[in-house]
T-cell receptor
Framework: KNQVEQSPQSLIILEGKNCTLQ??????????LRWYKQDTGRGPVSLTI?????NTKSNGRYTATLDADTKQSSLHITASQLSDSASYIC????????????FGSGTRLLVRP | NAGVTQTPKFQVLKTGQSMTLQCAQD?????MSWYRQDPGMGLRLIHY???????DQGEVPNGYNVSRSTTEDFPLRLLSAAPSQTSVYFC?????????????FGEGSWLTVV
């Protein structure tokens, strides 16, 4: 069964610190992987999209990496800000059904002053 | 560009009632979909559409109907609401199903069935 597992489930860091969120998936054959940020009470907003041939993609202080061989991705947040407090969701789609997205359950990040 | 617009934002229903969650997008996207989000779980696909007149079931379609008479609109109908349908519902759209396309989500509809 195609799955997307994210870790940790929740994370608390101090403002200004860096952190890394993990995503492991079993979707095969793999098409692309997306990271989304979801603020409390809002819809998810896209951060990055990577295809199988891409190893890294940045969006400001957010950098996503992808290892298609080990089926792992990470989202690195640099110099965290209070506004980074949100859930971060990893979304994977397969080649045979690229419109059927498989969502991880997310990592809840809390940035404290 | 309003993006993806969902209404209502909040709704309380009694068991057995029916209702429609509205979703509209103004980006001329072919692909539209509905998800539900429950605590501790990832978003799960209810129904999706790859174009006007075309719909298909997702992972959790039971108890829901959809139609796609226009490119812009993709309403989700709850036929006979059950407490198990208490959830947050998100509508999403994408230019075309395929690699590299950004998926745009609405702001969500909070539904409580009592």
């Amino acid at each position: 069964k195609n799955q997307v597992e994210q870790s940790p489930q929740s994370l608390i860091i101090l403002e200004g610190k860096n952190c890394t969120l993990q995503c492991n998936y079993t979707v095969s054959p793999f098409s692309n992987l997306r990271w989304y940020k979801q603020d409390t009470g809002r819809g998810p907003v896209s951060l990055t999209i990577m295809t199988f041939s891409e190893n890294t993609k940045s969006n400001g202080r957010y950098t996503a990496t992808l290892d298609a061989d080990t089926k792992q991705s990470s989202l690195h947040i640099t110099a965290s800000q209070l506004s980074d407090s949100a859930s971060y969701i990893c979304v994977v789609s397969g080649v045979d059904s690229s419109y059927k997205l498989i969502f991880g359950s997310g990592t809840r990040l809390l940035v404290r002053p | 560009n309003a993006g993806v617009t969902q209404t209502p934002k909040f709704q309380v229903l009694k068991t057995g009632q029916s209702m429609t969650l509205q979703c509209a997008q103004d980006m001329n996207h072919e692909y539209m979909s509905w998800y539900r989000q429950d605590p501790g779980m990832g978003l799960r696909l209810i129904h999706y559409s790859v174009g006007a007149g075309i719909t298909d079931q997702g992972e959790v379609p039971n108890g829901y109907n959809v139609s796609r008479s226009t490119t812009e609109d993709f309403p989700l109908r709850l036929l006979s609401a059950a407490p198990s349908q208490t959830s947050v519902y998100f509508c999403a759209s994408m230019f075309q199903a395929g690699t590299g396309n950004t998926i745009y989500f609405g702001e969500g509809s909070w539904l409580t069935v009592v």
